[in-house]
């Protein structure tokens, strides 16, 4: 594997493209000597999920964990002296894809503090079980309008616990890319019919919520939202 | 490591402490060659409770896991012609056991069912993570009574989801062990009390509920409740 200089977040797709794909994988848990493979997909997620960052800084990629392994962004990449919000996901791709984009609450919260975080990236990881462990099958960097749609239910793919809405979820979005979200905005919109949808006390009103990225993710980003 | 017949749970729990009991362990994984060693929490109790099972039968124990992996009991053990229920769960010894003992309605359920199940037993492992992976620091063989008692608030170790019962808890029985409850019916009693807590609809009655179970695990096992 040749080093490469990675100056962008499709540096890093395109070198997890030319290095990654297709590769085996497997993991060994071994006690007092005794080894033995692992094959559960929670235990096969987990770890690609704690593989993939640790190789990314072994080939340069500066990047910094979440202290809250629970919070969005996952990691803060810096490339080229810039920063970039970094979520590393992945599924088994023979079904759909089933990983947490965030909890709605905590999103919700979180986007409007920080609105640049808009521009995270997903880069994300489909394997296959195999007899001994797994396969990279696939890997696909993408805006978070570019995996989300509006569900049957909701105006946008949401886990809801008990009445209340709970985690972002992915819509297939490797087998019917173009039936996304169309822009950031359209996204950023269902955000907040969803929170119209589900109004919690204490929280943000969603009139105030989008006006205020709108105007702040302009000035932090440069772009329009 | 000598192959020694395993006539009870009292042998498996004997040999896991000869062979098992301050071992270290570590956990790799491998994508195109290219070696990691995992060490977050959930990776390394989901492996152990992995790597436990595969290595007793190595060993000679016939067990036949659950095909529905989230249901109450993870295994079926033979042991000299005999079948026991048998779970087997790990938990960081630096914190407190947290996880969790069986989900409550199913549980509930389950020992209704199957009143015989109040006899599995837990073999249960702690470890402590170290640089590059974990050490088994200690292991218990105990009866569900054994790692459970009152909580504050409730009449048994119970995580509440939104005003229903979820989760039943252990708590720290390998410091204080001598609290838990102190017998199988005193635990029975228990969720009988936890069940009059939250009535559920559809859901068998708690009187009826303990007078079946009393007269049905005598009938099946021989022995008083």
Known sequence: MKKKKLNSLEDVFDFAINNIKDQMGHITIAIGGIPKISSSNDIIGNCIQEWIPQWLEDNGLEMIANPNSQQFPDFIATLDGKEYAMEVKCWNGENSPAFDLANFDGFYRAV???????????????????????QITNIFLKNVWEITKASKNYPIGLQVKQGSPYAIRPFPFHKHPSTSFSSRREFVEAIQSTREMFPLDNMIDPIEWLINIEERFEILTGEIL
């Open 112 to 134: 409007y503090d920080n609105p640049e975080m808009l521009n995270a990236k997903y880069l994300i990881f489909s394997y296959k079980p195999t007899t001994h462990g797994f």
